[in-house]
């Protein structure tokens, strides 16, 4: 399937052991040349060895345009995307990269922010703290992992002047200092935005008390990033969709994602994860009714019902006319 998009050739410039089963590579432009600006909360796709394409947060300060930092854990079940980047790529290695995307940005009219990190979730949400802190603007965070030995950038925020802002909890530690989201989400006062990022247990649970302790929706910020394969389930229908530039109607087997059947017909949708975090094949729904089961459209953009993640997402319809 296609991924063609504007792209950049970068330089492993360095590879760091940041925590347990977590490494960074930092990368600079093959020339010596600026990179594009990002802004906070900003992801990349990188094209890995064996052909993956994995989205990665960048961590380093954005004011900064001769590097990008990311940093990855990695995953017992990977599949293949940390595992190349823990043991294939080194140091001196170039590759492929998107320019810098922002599905996840700060909303700056917020009167506070409150940033939540669960594991390797801190990769954008250190990146926020950091611009937060530069622009004075009042906000918390809390970073949480199983362990003091599977954190990151632990002494990176110890020395950072918004250090007293920052509140670390450990699963393996004593019971006062874990994460007690009941406390930290009990007043979501009017001004004041939710950004959470880690594991999909962890983002559920948060996002989960903080919809009980009544944040409305527009408060809340997230970004996953993984999602869950897109396999097929076993109640899973066949259905079609329609093409309204042409009428062309294609048939979506019970075991095809609708990318996949597309590219057999030879209609390319650009992808990137294909796990339905990513937001890179949305497409506009024009008939029918959706199946969502994406992690990137918030719940009220899934109900809207006028657009969906094509990669892993279904029909609850006999067919769907997109908007192709």
Not at 90 to 112: C, M, R, W, Y
Not at 301 to 308: C, I, K, L, S
Request: charged share 20%; glycine share 8%.
């Amino acid at each position: 399937m296609s991924t063609a998009a504007a792209t950049l050739r970068v330089l492993v410039a360095r590879k760091t052991a940041e925590a347990e089963d977590i490494c960074s590579l930092e990368l600079v432009s093959t020339d010596g040349s600026a990179l594009p600006g990002f802004s906070a909360g900003s992801h990349v796709d990188v094209h890995l060895p064996g052909g993956v394409v994995r989205q990665y947060s960048l961590c380093n300060d954005p004011a900064e345009s001769h590097r990008y930092l990311v940093a990855v854990l990695r995953d017992p079940a990977s599949r293949g995307g940390s595992a190349a980047v823990h043991d294939a790529v080194q140091v001196g290695d170039t590759l492929t990269i998107s320019a810098p995307k922002n599905h996840f940005a700060l909303a700056h009219e917020a009167k506070k922010s409150l940033l939540l990190a669960g594991g390797i979730g801190v990769t954008p949400i250190l990146c926020m703290a950091e611009r937060l802190a530069v622009t004075g603007a009042d906000f918390e965070m809390h970073y949480a992992a199983r362990s003091r030995e599977r954190m990151a950038f632990v002494d990176r925020i110890q020395g950072s002047g918004f250090a007293d802002k920052v509140r670390f909890h450990f699963d393996d530690g004593t019971a006062a200092q874990k994460l007690d989201l009941n406390a930290v989400l009990a007043q979501p006062e009017p001004g004041t935005h939710l950004y959470v990022c880690g594991p999909k247990g962890f983002m559920d649970a948060v996002l989960a008390t903080a919809r009980s302790q009544g944040w409305g929706e527009e408060q809340l910020h997230w970004e996953f990033f993984a999602g869950v394969e897109a396999a097929p389930r076993a109640d899973d229908g066949s259905f079609e969709v329609q093409l309204a530039s042409s009428g062309r109607v294609i048939s979506i087997a019970p075991d095809k994602t609708v990318t996949q059947a597309l590219s057999e017909a030879g209609v390319e949708i650009m992808v990137s994860c294909e796990q339905g975090v990513c937001g890179t094949c949305l497409t506009r729904v024009l008939q029918g009714e959706v199946d969502h089961r994406d992690a990137y459209l918030t719940p009220e953009e899934q109900a809207a019902n006028d657009q969906f993640t094509p990669c892993c997402s279904r029909s609850k319809s006999p067919r769907l006319v997109l908007d192709l």
